[in-house]
């Protein structure tokens, strides 16, 4: 099949956006979006749409689409979709030689991806493009409701500078859905600290989106900075349900070692998936 390769800034983002949930609508984690959601996602995360790329075939229709964010010489692939009938088409295979190909162009030195665990055909296809795993993160659910827990210790609400601050000295690595930069871009960044009676502290950064019917909480990133990180961590989450019972919760990209996994588990997280981050240094 011959497949024409087009920048996806040749497409509305409202034609983006039925696109891209056309290719997801067998997906394992189908995780639809419109276009405020998209253009969103466009701007938070730093995706080139000139460097991002929609396929086709010789008939002019479109086999699938992947998007490209680039930092500082690093690139991200994100989005890989093909619409399912056409599948095995080599549409997957042409849109990751096009991605690597324009964040060479860029000056990438490394690409970062997501994969979702048990999507076979696509992890299969990054490991043949030269893509190693790197960890292995849970996409965890807290559902509206208001938590019975005592509250220890005093909680301190930070504000969008204040939470970037602390997000600021996080000492380890956070994958590009929950990083600095990722957090900057969205002015519904906030923060929670709390400094508890035996000397433990820690803190929590997180997005509060309010929608008119719905409001969620996302993006949460979690750091003990003395004390038990079990401990710090179930009275961060206290204090954030306490404060916003009606609020449902997405932890995305939470270590599936991360020593505050059981403070998610006993507050009523559960997890939805899995993701697995891979890299590709440039040669």
Known sequence: MTIEILAADRFTIQELTELYNQTRVDYL???????DRLNEYVHDFDVDLHHSCVARDADRQILGLCMLGFRQGVAWITRLGVL??????GAG????????????????QEIH?????NNEPA?????????????????????PRRLLDPLQGTATWLDYDQALEKLGTYP?????????E????????EGLHVELPDGGSGWLVYRNTKFTLRSTLSHLVMHTEQ??????????LSHLHTHFPQHDTYAENIREDDPHLPAFHARGYFTNFSRIEMRRPQK
């Open 84 to 89: 399912p009938s056409t599948r095995r088409t």
């Open 29 to 35: 984690v189908p995780m639809p979006m419109n276009a």
């Open 113 to 117: 991806l997501e994969v979702i665990k």
């Open 172 to 180: 380890g690595h956070i994958t590009w859905i929950n990083a600095f």
């Open 123 to 143: 992890y299969n296809l990054f490991l043949k493009t030269g893509f190693v795993e790197t960890g292995t993160y849970l996409v965890m659910r807290h559902a």
């Open 227 to 236: 004390g038990n990180p079990q401990v710090v961590g179930a009275q961060l």
């Open 93 to 108: 295979s042409a849109l990751m030689d096009s991605m690597l190909r324009n964040a060479e162009a860029l000056g990438a």
């Open 182 to 189: 990722s957090m900057r871009n969205s002015a519904r960044t």
